[in-house]
């Protein structure tokens, strides 16, 4: 029996964000620069992308960009950009036949004006698919989204539109980028580092993590559907006890 059929159809988490981790380090390990192993990690996006639709995942939020990833050499950044553009332009076509529809969240305006052109159009292209939705987090960082969410609150609070009295957890998350997603339940990082380096800490308060030493352009269809596996083998009790989880069945 293969890893996609041992799957529970009935438990596959409806949400899975990725730690992309490991392209430089790959690449090294073959000789190459840094920017070799970005361009093979896209080959495991498209092997993930394919996989979570197969195995009836409904959000995919990949971690491509971070604000602090600004801070790398303007060589490898210039080269990230330029990739992210071509790929999203040649990967278009192939989406929309996957039935896969492309979000973004981050600081987008942040973005050189050719690759956010290119982003948006493809969001406009895939809008209508009702598959998979593949969230790209680009300029992201969740102390960023955190810190937009609070100006936006205190700005409703100065203006009289809000009462402090009323905010909420509700409040806080549908101010946030993820407002019209549900939040992750499994989140997977490759590359054998345990952090979850600033990426969805609101959203991943109830997650599943799952570390895999496999760096990302190693990571294949197999990888997810064992990552899947494992997170199907968790209680998860959200602060219940297993008792109490168990009389709710």
């Known amino acids: 029996m293969s890893l996609l059929q041992q799957i529970d159809t009935q438990k596959v988490p409806q949400h899975i964000a990725i730690i992309m981790d490991g392209n430089g380090r790959w690449a090294k390990q073959q000789g190459e620069n840094r920017i070799f192993g970005h ?5 495991s996006v498209r092997d993930v992308v394919e996989a979570a639709g197969e195995a009836g995942v409904k959000y995919v939020t ?8 600004w801070n790398r050499p303007k060589e490898e950044v210039d080269a990230l950009m330029e990739l992210l553009v071509s ?3 040649m990967e278009t076509p192939e989406l929309n036949k996957k039935n896969v529809s492309l979000m973004a969240i981050g600081n987008l305006q942040s973005l050189p004006p050719a690759c956010l052109e290119e ?3 493809s969001i406009a292209i895939t809008a209508n698919n009702t598959g998979l939705k593949l969230i790209l987090a680009l300029s992201y960082s969740s102390k960023w989204e955190l810190t937009e969410a609070v100006k936006q609150i205190a700005a409703e609070v100065s203006s009289g539109a809000l009462s402090i009295d009323a905010i909420s957890e509700e409040t806080i ?12 339940e ?3 990082r490759t590359s054998g580092e345990h952090r979850i380096s600033n ?3 609101w959203q991943l308060a109830y997650a599943e993590f799952y570390f895999t030493e496999k760096l990302w352009p190693e990571f294949r269809k197999e990888d997810l559907f064992t990552a899947i596996l494992n997170y199907q083998n968790r209680e998860r009790r959200f602060g219940k006890t297993s008792e109490q989880i168990l009389n709710t069945k």
């Open 39 to 43: 361009y093979e990690g896209v080959n």
């Open 62 to 69: 990949l971690y491509a960009f971070s604000t602090e990833n």
């Open 87 to 89: 790929t999203i332009s």
């Open 119 to 121: 982003l948006n159009e």
């Open 173 to 184: 998350q549908s101010r946030l980028c993820t407002r019209t997603i549900p939040d992750p």
């Open 186 to 188: 499994l989140m997977i």
């Open 199 to 201: 990426f969805l800490l």
